[in-house]
Protein backbone atom coordinates (compact mmCIF):
# COMPACT_ATOMS: atom_id res chain seq x y z
CA UNK A 1 0.00 0.00 0.00
CA UNK A 2 1.25 3.21 -1.24
CA UNK A 3 2.19 5.65 1.49
CA UNK A 4 2.90 9.21 1.22
CA UNK A 5 5.60 9.61 4.59
CA UNK A 6 6.44 12.40 6.74
CA UNK A 7 8.91 14.85 6.32
CA UNK A 8 11.13 15.80 9.71
CA UNK A 9 9.96 19.45 10.66
CA UNK A 10 7.46 22.20 9.44
CA UNK A 11 8.86 24.76 7.12
CA UNK A 12 8.76 28.93 8.55
CA UNK A 13 6.82 30.50 5.84
CA UNK A 14 8.09 34.02 5.15
CA UNK A 15 5.74 35.22 2.23
CA UNK A 16 2.84 33.23 -0.25
CA UNK A 17 2.86 34.53 -3.59
CA UNK A 18 -0.46 34.44 -5.36
CA UNK A 19 -0.21 34.97 -8.97
CA UNK A 20 -2.26 35.07 -12.16
CA UNK A 21 -1.59 34.25 -15.26
CA UNK A 22 -2.87 33.65 -18.48
CA UNK A 23 -2.30 31.09 -20.85
CA UNK A 24 -3.85 30.90 -24.24
CA UNK A 25 -4.63 26.83 -25.34
CA UNK A 26 -3.03 26.13 -28.76
CA UNK A 27 -7.20 25.05 -29.67
CA UNK A 28 -10.37 25.47 -28.03
CA UNK A 29 -11.36 22.42 -25.71
CA UNK A 30 -15.31 21.96 -25.72
CA UNK A 31 -16.92 19.76 -23.55
CA UNK A 32 -20.45 19.34 -22.31
CA UNK A 33 -20.54 21.80 -20.31
CA UNK A 34 -18.43 24.79 -22.34
CA UNK A 35 -15.62 25.42 -24.61
CA UNK A 36 -12.06 26.78 -23.05
CA UNK A 37 -9.73 28.96 -24.94
CA UNK A 38 -7.23 29.92 -22.48
CA UNK A 39 -6.72 29.10 -18.96
CA UNK A 40 -6.68 32.00 -16.25
CA UNK A 41 -4.30 30.19 -14.12
CA UNK A 42 -3.41 30.68 -10.10
CA UNK A 43 -0.33 29.97 -9.13
CA UNK A 44 0.54 29.58 -5.26
CA UNK A 45 4.06 30.31 -4.44
CA UNK A 46 5.58 29.87 -0.95
CA UNK A 47 8.76 31.41 0.23
CA UNK A 48 10.45 29.48 2.93
CA UNK A 49 13.59 30.01 5.01
CA UNK A 50 15.77 29.79 1.51
CA UNK A 51 13.71 27.01 0.08
CA UNK A 52 10.42 28.00 -2.00
CA UNK A 53 7.22 25.77 -3.06
CA UNK A 54 4.51 25.74 -6.44
CA UNK A 55 1.53 24.84 -5.89
CA UNK A 56 -1.65 25.36 -9.03
CA UNK A 57 -4.83 26.08 -8.79
CA UNK A 58 -7.43 24.20 -11.28
CA UNK A 59 -10.15 25.74 -11.09
CA UNK A 60 -11.91 27.35 -13.71
CA UNK A 61 -12.25 31.14 -15.00
CA UNK A 62 -16.27 29.98 -14.06
CA UNK A 63 -17.85 27.70 -11.96
CA UNK A 64 -18.79 24.96 -14.76
CA UNK A 65 -17.35 21.69 -14.33
CA UNK A 66 -17.64 22.22 -10.14
CA UNK A 67 -18.98 24.89 -8.21
CA UNK A 68 -15.13 26.00 -7.61
CA UNK A 69 -13.86 28.96 -10.10
CA UNK A 70 -10.57 30.93 -10.19
CA UNK A 71 -11.93 34.22 -8.12
CA UNK A 72 -13.16 32.37 -5.26
CA UNK A 73 -10.34 30.21 -5.01
CA UNK A 74 -8.21 33.39 -4.85
CA UNK A 75 -10.68 35.25 -2.24
CA UNK A 76 -11.10 32.19 -0.26
CA UNK A 77 -7.21 31.08 0.52
CA UNK A 78 -6.39 35.03 1.34
CA UNK A 79 -9.47 35.81 3.58
CA UNK A 80 -10.26 32.10 5.03
CA UNK A 81 -7.15 29.73 4.22
CA UNK A 82 -3.97 31.47 4.56
CA UNK A 83 -4.63 33.21 8.06
CA UNK A 84 -4.87 29.57 9.99
CA UNK A 85 -1.83 28.61 7.48
CA UNK A 86 0.26 31.46 8.92
CA UNK A 87 -0.19 31.13 12.19
CA UNK A 88 2.52 28.76 13.59
CA UNK A 89 4.81 26.55 10.85
CA UNK A 90 3.00 23.66 9.97
CA UNK A 91 3.89 20.40 7.86
CA UNK A 92 2.32 19.63 4.63
CA UNK A 93 0.84 16.74 6.24
CA UNK A 94 -1.32 19.46 8.56
CA UNK A 95 -2.30 21.52 6.13
CA UNK A 96 -5.94 19.38 5.28
CA UNK A 97 -6.56 19.24 8.88
CA UNK A 98 -5.87 22.88 9.94
CA UNK A 99 -8.19 23.89 6.87
CA UNK A 100 -10.97 21.58 7.60
CA UNK A 101 -13.27 23.97 9.07
CA UNK A 102 -13.55 26.08 6.04
CA UNK A 103 -15.70 23.69 4.03
CA UNK A 104 -15.03 22.69 0.29
CA UNK A 105 -12.78 24.68 -1.72
CA UNK A 106 -10.91 21.44 -2.52
CA UNK A 107 -9.17 22.67 -5.51
CA UNK A 108 -8.05 26.08 -3.26
CA UNK A 109 -6.71 23.52 -0.40
CA UNK A 110 -5.11 21.59 -2.77
CA UNK A 111 -3.34 24.20 -4.28
CA UNK A 112 -2.01 25.14 -1.15
CA UNK A 113 -0.94 22.11 0.34
CA UNK A 114 1.13 21.27 -3.29
CA UNK A 115 2.72 24.33 -2.70
CA UNK A 116 3.88 23.49 0.95
CA UNK A 117 5.17 20.11 0.01
CA UNK A 118 7.24 21.12 -2.92
CA UNK A 119 8.72 23.46 -0.18
CA UNK A 120 9.40 20.72 2.44
CA UNK A 121 10.53 18.47 -0.48
CA UNK A 122 12.28 21.00 -2.56
CA UNK A 123 14.34 21.69 1.28
CA UNK A 124 14.83 17.87 2.57
CA UNK A 125 16.06 17.25 -0.91
CA UNK A 126 13.62 14.95 -1.70
CA UNK A 127 10.98 14.07 -4.75
CA UNK A 128 7.51 13.96 -4.93
CA UNK A 129 7.32 11.02 -6.40
CA UNK A 130 9.57 9.65 -3.49
CA UNK A 131 7.51 10.98 -0.94
CA UNK A 132 4.07 9.88 -2.37
CA UNK A 133 5.31 5.94 -3.10
CA UNK A 134 6.21 5.89 -6.99
CA UNK A 135 7.37 2.83 -8.17
CA UNK A 136 7.55 3.41 -12.22
CA UNK A 137 9.88 5.93 -13.96
CA UNK A 138 7.52 6.93 -16.66
CA UNK A 139 3.96 6.94 -17.07
CA UNK A 140 1.54 5.62 -19.92
CA UNK A 141 0.24 9.17 -21.59
CA UNK A 142 -3.65 9.14 -22.70
CA UNK A 143 -5.33 12.16 -24.63
CA UNK A 144 -8.08 13.53 -24.07
CA UNK A 145 -9.83 14.85 -27.67
CA UNK A 146 -12.71 17.87 -27.35
CA UNK A 147 -16.52 17.53 -29.02
CA UNK A 148 -15.58 18.90 -32.41
CA UNK A 149 -17.84 20.49 -35.00
CA UNK A 150 -18.11 17.24 -37.29
CA UNK A 151 -16.64 13.70 -37.02
CA UNK A 152 -14.01 14.66 -40.07
CA UNK A 153 -13.05 17.11 -37.80
CA UNK A 154 -12.79 14.87 -35.00
CA UNK A 155 -11.50 11.63 -36.95
CA UNK A 156 -8.54 13.91 -38.17
CA UNK A 157 -7.57 15.01 -34.51
CA UNK A 158 -7.48 11.56 -33.37
CA UNK A 159 -5.50 10.55 -36.47
CA UNK A 160 -2.84 13.12 -35.11
CA UNK A 161 -2.55 12.21 -31.51
CA UNK A 162 -1.92 7.90 -32.65
CA UNK A 163 0.21 9.29 -34.73
CA UNK A 164 2.53 11.07 -32.23
CA UNK A 165 1.76 7.90 -29.99
CA UNK A 166 -0.47 8.51 -27.50
CA UNK A 167 -1.49 5.20 -25.42
CA UNK A 168 -5.29 5.73 -24.89
CA UNK A 169 -8.03 8.25 -26.38
CA UNK A 170 -10.77 9.97 -24.59
CA UNK A 171 -13.56 11.35 -26.75
CA UNK A 172 -15.87 13.93 -24.72
CA UNK A 173 -19.14 13.15 -25.44
CA UNK A 174 -22.72 14.74 -24.97
CA UNK A 175 -26.35 13.69 -25.94
CA UNK A 176 -26.38 13.76 -29.84
CA UNK A 177 -22.82 13.46 -29.70
CA UNK A 178 -22.12 10.03 -28.39
CA UNK A 179 -22.43 6.91 -30.82
CA UNK A 180 -22.17 8.37 -33.89
CA UNK A 181 -18.71 9.77 -33.36
CA UNK A 182 -17.47 6.98 -31.17
CA UNK A 183 -18.60 4.68 -33.90
CA UNK A 184 -16.45 6.67 -36.65
CA UNK A 185 -13.58 6.47 -34.81
CA UNK A 186 -13.23 2.41 -33.70
CA UNK A 187 -14.11 1.51 -37.13
CA UNK A 188 -11.34 3.78 -38.47
CA UNK A 189 -8.61 3.04 -36.09
CA UNK A 190 -9.34 -0.72 -35.37
CA UNK A 191 -10.16 -2.30 -31.74
CA UNK A 192 -6.68 -2.71 -30.98
CA UNK A 193 -6.92 0.91 -29.97
CA UNK A 194 -7.53 2.27 -26.27
CA UNK A 195 -10.52 4.09 -26.24
CA UNK A 196 -12.91 5.44 -23.38
CA UNK A 197 -15.29 8.38 -23.44
CA UNK A 198 -16.36 11.45 -21.05
CA UNK A 199 -19.90 12.36 -20.21
CA UNK A 200 -19.31 15.16 -17.99
CA UNK A 201 -22.09 14.56 -16.07
CA UNK A 202 -24.13 15.49 -19.27
CA UNK A 203 -26.63 12.36 -19.32
CA UNK A 204 -29.48 11.26 -16.90
CA UNK A 205 -30.46 7.81 -15.86
CA UNK A 206 -33.13 7.72 -18.75
CA UNK A 207 -30.56 7.49 -20.86
CA UNK A 208 -28.91 3.76 -19.92
CA UNK A 209 -30.22 2.57 -23.31
CA UNK A 210 -28.71 4.99 -25.31
CA UNK A 211 -25.28 4.72 -23.38
CA UNK A 212 -25.72 0.83 -23.51
CA UNK A 213 -25.61 1.66 -27.42
CA UNK A 214 -21.52 2.44 -26.78
CA UNK A 215 -21.04 -1.12 -25.44
CA UNK A 216 -20.94 -2.57 -28.95
CA UNK A 217 -17.44 -0.18 -29.36
CA UNK A 218 -15.51 -2.13 -26.74
CA UNK A 219 -14.40 0.74 -24.78
CA UNK A 220 -12.44 0.97 -21.41
CA UNK A 221 -14.86 2.83 -19.77
CA UNK A 222 -17.77 5.22 -19.86
CA UNK A 223 -16.42 8.49 -17.70
CA UNK A 224 -19.00 10.17 -15.36
CA UNK A 225 -22.43 9.95 -17.25
CA UNK A 226 -24.46 10.68 -14.62
CA UNK A 227 -24.90 13.73 -12.46
CA UNK A 228 -22.18 13.97 -9.13
CA UNK A 229 -24.64 13.41 -6.63
CA UNK A 230 -26.59 10.52 -8.51
CA UNK A 231 -24.12 7.76 -6.91
CA UNK A 232 -27.19 5.34 -6.49
CA UNK A 233 -28.20 6.32 -10.08
CA UNK A 234 -24.80 5.02 -11.43
CA UNK A 235 -24.80 1.78 -9.79
CA UNK A 236 -28.55 1.45 -11.71
CA UNK A 237 -26.79 2.55 -14.69
CA UNK A 238 -24.04 -0.07 -14.14
CA UNK A 239 -26.24 -2.97 -14.12
CA UNK A 240 -27.61 -2.10 -17.73
CA UNK A 241 -24.45 -1.59 -19.55
CA UNK A 242 -21.35 -3.60 -19.77
CA UNK A 243 -18.93 -1.07 -20.54
CA UNK A 244 -17.42 -0.16 -17.42
CA UNK A 245 -18.47 2.59 -15.40
CA UNK A 246 -15.56 5.24 -14.25
CA UNK A 247 -16.46 8.24 -11.76
CA UNK A 248 -14.87 11.52 -11.67
CA UNK A 249 -16.91 14.20 -10.36
CA UNK A 250 -18.54 12.19 -8.06
CA UNK A 251 -15.58 11.10 -5.85
CA UNK A 252 -14.06 13.66 -3.68
CA UNK A 253 -12.81 11.79 -1.22
CA UNK A 254 -11.25 8.82 0.25
CA UNK A 255 -14.72 8.25 2.35
CA UNK A 256 -16.85 8.57 -0.56
CA UNK A 257 -14.79 6.35 -3.05
CA UNK A 258 -15.16 3.55 -0.56
CA UNK A 259 -18.62 3.79 -0.49
CA UNK A 260 -19.36 4.22 -4.20
CA UNK A 261 -17.40 1.03 -4.74
CA UNK A 262 -19.31 -0.69 -2.08
CA UNK A 263 -22.43 0.47 -3.26
CA UNK A 264 -21.20 -1.24 -6.95
CA UNK A 265 -21.42 2.31 -8.68
CA UNK A 266 -18.41 1.95 -9.91
CA UNK A 267 -15.55 -0.36 -11.56
CA UNK A 268 -13.02 2.03 -12.04
CA UNK A 269 -12.41 5.71 -10.14
CA UNK A 270 -10.58 8.79 -11.86
CA UNK A 271 -8.25 10.65 -9.19
CA UNK A 272 -7.89 14.42 -10.12
CA UNK A 273 -6.02 16.11 -7.15
CA UNK A 274 -7.26 19.77 -6.96
CA UNK A 275 -11.23 17.52 -7.35
CA UNK A 276 -10.06 15.70 -4.06
CA UNK A 277 -8.57 18.42 -1.79
CA UNK A 278 -5.11 17.82 -2.94
CA UNK A 279 -2.33 14.92 -3.85
CA UNK A 280 -2.12 13.17 0.01
CA UNK A 281 -6.24 12.75 0.20
CA UNK A 282 -5.13 11.27 -4.16
CA UNK A 283 -2.61 8.56 -2.27
CA UNK A 284 -5.40 7.67 0.54
CA UNK A 285 -7.79 7.14 -2.51
CA UNK A 286 -5.54 5.12 -4.60
CA UNK A 287 -5.21 2.80 -1.80
CA UNK A 288 -9.02 2.47 -0.60
CA UNK A 289 -8.98 1.83 -4.78
CA UNK A 290 -5.73 -0.81 -4.66
CA UNK A 291 -7.41 -2.48 -1.69
CA UNK A 292 -10.66 -3.69 -3.39
CA UNK A 293 -8.71 -4.11 -7.02
CA UNK A 294 -10.60 -0.94 -8.80
CA UNK A 295 -8.05 0.39 -11.52
CA UNK A 296 -7.22 4.15 -11.09
CA UNK A 297 -6.15 6.53 -13.42
CA UNK A 298 -4.90 10.25 -13.18
CA UNK A 299 -6.81 12.49 -14.64
CA UNK A 300 -6.38 16.30 -15.66
CA UNK A 301 -7.27 19.74 -15.76
CA UNK A 302 -5.42 21.21 -18.82
CA UNK A 303 -2.67 22.07 -16.00
CA UNK A 304 0.44 23.48 -16.69
CA UNK A 305 4.30 22.21 -16.45
CA UNK A 306 3.34 22.48 -12.79
CA UNK A 307 -0.02 21.22 -11.87
CA UNK A 308 1.32 18.34 -14.93
CA UNK A 309 4.76 17.45 -12.94
CA UNK A 310 3.08 16.92 -10.10
CA UNK A 311 0.44 14.57 -11.55
CA UNK A 312 3.00 12.76 -12.89
CA UNK A 313 4.20 11.71 -9.56
CA UNK A 314 1.12 10.74 -8.84
CA UNK A 315 0.18 8.62 -11.74
CA UNK A 316 3.47 6.54 -10.86
CA UNK A 317 2.33 5.16 -7.94
CA UNK A 318 0.97 1.15 -8.27
CA UNK A 319 -2.36 1.43 -8.35
CA UNK A 320 -2.62 3.54 -11.51
CA UNK A 321 -2.74 1.20 -14.24
CA UNK A 322 -4.63 2.90 -17.33
CA UNK A 323 -3.22 5.77 -19.16
CA UNK A 324 -4.15 9.08 -17.39
CA UNK A 325 -4.45 12.19 -19.26
CA UNK A 326 -1.48 13.17 -18.53
CA UNK A 327 -0.77 14.41 -22.18
CA UNK A 328 2.78 16.08 -23.13
CA UNK A 329 2.66 20.00 -22.92
CA UNK A 330 1.86 20.79 -26.35
CA UNK A 331 -1.17 19.44 -26.20
CA UNK A 332 -2.85 22.64 -24.63
CA UNK A 333 -0.16 25.03 -24.69
CA UNK A 334 2.90 26.55 -27.19
CA UNK A 335 4.28 28.11 -24.25
CA UNK A 336 4.44 26.29 -20.37
CA UNK A 337 5.83 27.40 -17.58
CA UNK A 338 8.56 24.89 -16.74
CA UNK A 339 10.41 23.00 -19.41
CA UNK A 340 7.71 21.57 -21.56
CA UNK A 341 6.93 17.54 -20.93
CA UNK A 342 7.13 15.33 -24.37
CA UNK A 343 5.47 12.37 -24.91
CA UNK A 344 8.17 9.54 -26.06
CA UNK A 345 7.36 7.18 -29.13
CA UNK A 346 6.14 4.78 -26.64
CA UNK A 347 3.53 6.75 -25.55
CA UNK A 348 5.07 7.40 -21.85
CA UNK A 349 6.31 10.54 -20.41
CA UNK A 350 9.21 10.25 -17.79
CA UNK A 351 7.98 11.25 -14.28
CA UNK A 352 10.10 14.72 -12.38
CA UNK A 353 13.14 12.99 -10.10
CA UNK A 354 14.06 16.07 -8.80
CA UNK A 355 13.29 17.68 -5.57
CA UNK A 356 9.64 18.28 -5.13
CA UNK A 357 7.73 18.53 -8.16
CA UNK A 358 11.29 17.82 -9.79
CA UNK A 359 11.03 20.95 -12.36
CA UNK A 360 12.20 24.38 -12.28
CA UNK A 361 9.38 27.29 -12.56
CA UNK A 362 10.32 29.52 -15.01
CA UNK A 363 10.14 32.97 -13.12
CA UNK A 364 10.65 34.86 -15.72
CA UNK A 365 7.83 33.63 -18.08
CA UNK A 366 5.60 33.71 -15.11
CA UNK A 367 6.17 36.71 -14.65
CA UNK A 368 5.75 38.13 -18.47
CA UNK A 369 2.32 36.20 -18.13
CA UNK A 370 1.68 37.21 -15.07
CA UNK A 371 -1.95 39.50 -15.14
CA UNK A 372 -1.80 40.21 -11.03
CA UNK A 373 0.25 39.10 -7.62
CA UNK A 374 -0.80 39.12 -4.43
CA UNK A 375 1.72 38.90 -1.85
CA UNK A 376 0.35 37.97 2.07
CA UNK A 377 2.68 37.31 5.19
CA UNK A 378 2.58 36.03 8.09
CA UNK A 379 0.59 38.56 10.30
CA UNK A 380 -0.44 40.72 8.07
Not at 297 to 309: D, I, N, S
Amino acid sequence: MATANSLAAPVAIEAVELIRVELPLVAPFRTSFGTETRRDVLLVHVIAGGAEGWGECVAMQEPLYSSEYVDAAQRVITEHLLPRLLRQPVTAEQVAEILAPVKGHRMAKAALEAAWLDAELRSAGRSLAAHLGAVHDRVSSGVSVGIMPSIAQLLDTVDQYVAQGYARIKLKIEPGWDVEPVGAVRRRFGDDMLLQVDANTAYTLDDAPQLARLDEFGLLLIEQPLPEEQILAHAVLARQVRTPICLDESIVSAVVAEEAIEMQACSIVNIKPGRVGGYLESVRIHDVCRERGVPVWCGGMLETGVGRAANLALAALPGFTLPGDTSASDRYYKQDLTAPFVLDPDGTIAVPQGPGIGVDVHRDVVDALATSTQVVRPGE
